[in-house]
């Protein structure tokens, strides 16, 4: 009874350290870990311990036995990936190193940015003796896009946040809350505060199309409507037209399947997640039947990965709809003909997958209209436009097409690739990054497990050679808006709204909400007050 990874695998790679027999690849540091959609289990060498599942943060394996008919057919893409990788020369892992040994006492770490990569890059630290963290984010809450950027109808996936939870307990661990470094304090003096500094405050714009149009009414960035959707609070005062037939999303990786979704999912089954109420009020009035994928490539080459395709294809509030004809080329591919084939309700609400098509401009009069599009062929390797444009009529258009980071104060900044410079996560001895702002918008959830190791190592090498000053100011002196306290108060606050309500938890969308949920029994906040 072999394990099976199914739709929700982080690749973080916890698994892979558990099992006894080396029966999950790509592993840390094998061809394919970071860039693979997502791990796999051997099922010839699986000797059905378990020991994986356990490990795993966000409930992905299985046996293979216990897969839903959803899930049926993760069994054959984990056994086809050994039928073409067999990894014939596997040794025993080696991926628990050695604990590292630090000689200098009371070494002070200061992390920028509370989401996946800076509380994996906390995790590592702690686990050396003598060092302590302080976890710095702007907002009153932590987790990043954990929080925020996972889709709420994706709670497996958001499981990752109860093993936040247990690195929040660790012994040297403290958060600063509602702290933005650059307004509320400057880098050079979280220099002089601690012996270094850990940037992963990761990407929160989205790239830009250059389109006419781009900045009608009704045209908007996915990055801003997940964001809503979310409960960010940033975003709780956005409003979107839902008031017509059609929407738009250009773009066709991960995060527009997950846009199309939430706009077509049947919003009863939305109130059972974890949604903002805002959003959840709007999608109920909402009269969008139809959400078109624009995709520039055919088929075989879009953007979204396997399993969440799998994913969108599981749903049974809407229909998929498959534009055009589908050569099958692989499990892709496979999954395309197989949706192009199933037979359709006209009282559903639609997604349509299309490809070969490439944006021209937004067209509207004051507002989104619509969106002019061209066809597309490859000829000797080129996609060239064949026939007249075309205009599909839609209300609202939204750009999926990439997430970008923004410069950070008091740092290099490589303006073409949006990232920080760096070696390995070492900007320079004393300064470090992990994350998005490190390597750019790529990966997993569990990836910033792996990226967040390598550059807390180059920090210890740089703390074992002497490379570290240490501090010359005082931590007191540094703002503390929100700690630890106050968000414990924020969360069990939405827990119990959740409870009440019969979801995972009623999150606080706005800065006020959430400062009063994290007010003490005397009506004042613990930390201390910020320099704002």
């Known amino acids: 009874m072999p394990y099976v990874i199914t739709q929700s695998c982080c690749a973080d790679a916890a698994c892979v350290v558990a099992c006894p027999v080396n029966a999950i690849h790509p592993a840390p540091g094998e061809p394919g870990f970071g860039s693979a959609e997502m791990l796999f289990v051997d099922p010839v060498t699986c000797v059905d311990c378990g020991a994986c ?3 795993c943060p966000v409930n992905a ?3 293979h036995t216990k897969l839903a008919p959803s899930q049926a057919r993760f069994e054959a893409i984990n056994a086809d990936y050994y039928a073409n990788d067999p990894h014939p020369n596997r040794t025993p892992l080696a991926l628990v190193p050695k604990p590292r040994q630090n000689a200098v006492p009371n070494v002070r770490v200061a992390i920028v940015g509370a989401g996946p990569a800076g509380m994996y890059a906390a995790d590592e630290l702690l686990k050396v003796p003598g060092i302590s963290v302080d976890v710095f984010d702007r907002l009153p809450t932590p987790h990043g896009l954990a929080r925020f950027g996972v889709a709420p109808d994706h709670g497996e996936t958001k499981r990752v946040i109860e093993l936040f939870h247990e690195i929040e307990q660790e012994k040297g661990f403290n958060y600063r809350l ?4 650059g307004k509320d304090v400057l880098h050079e003096q979280l220099a002089e505060a601690y012996h270094a500094v850990l940037y992963s405050v990761g990407a929160a714009t989205d790239r830009r199309l250059g389109l006419e149009g781009e900045e009608l009414p009704g045209s908007v960035s996915a990055t801003e409507f997940v964001a809503w959707y979310n409960g960010h609070p940033d975003a709780h005062s956005e409003d979107y037209p839902f008031d017509s ?3 738009v999303v250009i773009g066709n990786g991960n995060v527009a399947l ?13 109130a059972t997640t974890d949604i903002s109420d805002q ?3 709007a999608l109920r009035d909402s009269r969008i ?10 088929p075989a080459d879009a953007a979204f990965t396997l399993p969440e395709l799998i994913g969108l294809a599981a749903v049974e509030d809407y229909d998929v709809v498959v534009d055009g004809d589908v050569e099958v080329t692989g499990q892709k591919t496979d999954v395309l003909a197989e949706l192009a084939a199933r037979p359709l309700h006209p009282e559903r609400r639609r997604i349509v997958l299309r490809f070969n098509t490439v944006p021209v401009r937004i067209v509207g009069d004051g507002r989104v209209e619509g969106i002019e599009v061209d066809r597309t062929e490859v000829l000797d390797g080129v996609a060239v436009a064949v026939g007249e444009p075309e205009v599909i009529e839609a209300g609202l258009v939204l750009r999926a097409v990439g997430y970008r980071a923004h410069a950070v104060p008091g740092l290099p900044f ?3 690739r949006a990232v920080v410079p760096n070696e390995r996560g070492r900007v320079e001895p004393g300064t470090y990054v992990a994350g998005w702002i490190k390597r750019g918008p790529n990966g997993f959830l569990g990836t910033n497990k792996t990226c967040s190791q390598e550059t807390v190592e180059s920090l210890l090498d740089d703390l074992e050679a002497g490379r570290l000053a240490g501090p010359s100011a005082s931590i007191g002196a540094l703002p503390h808006e929100t700690g630890q306290r106050e968000w414990l108060a924020i969360d069990a606050a939405e827990r119990e709204a959740g409870t009440a309500a019969g979801r995972p938890r009623v999150k606080f969308t706005d800065r006020e909400s959430l400062l009063a949920a994290a007010t003490g029994p005397d009506g004042h906040r613990h930390g201390r007050k910020s320099r704002r």
């Open 61 to 63: 394996l299985l046996p």
């Open 258 to 270: 997950d846009v199309a979704r939430i706009l077509a999912t049947n919003p009863d089954h939305l």
């Open 53 to 55: 599942a356990t490990a």
């Open 178 to 181: 509602n702290v933005e470094v």
């Open 414 to 416: 490589d303006d073409e």
């Open 245 to 247: 037939e059609r929407a």
């Open 289 to 298: 039947r139809e959400i078109v994928i624009l995709g520039r490539r055919g």
């Open 279 to 281: 959003a959840l009020a």
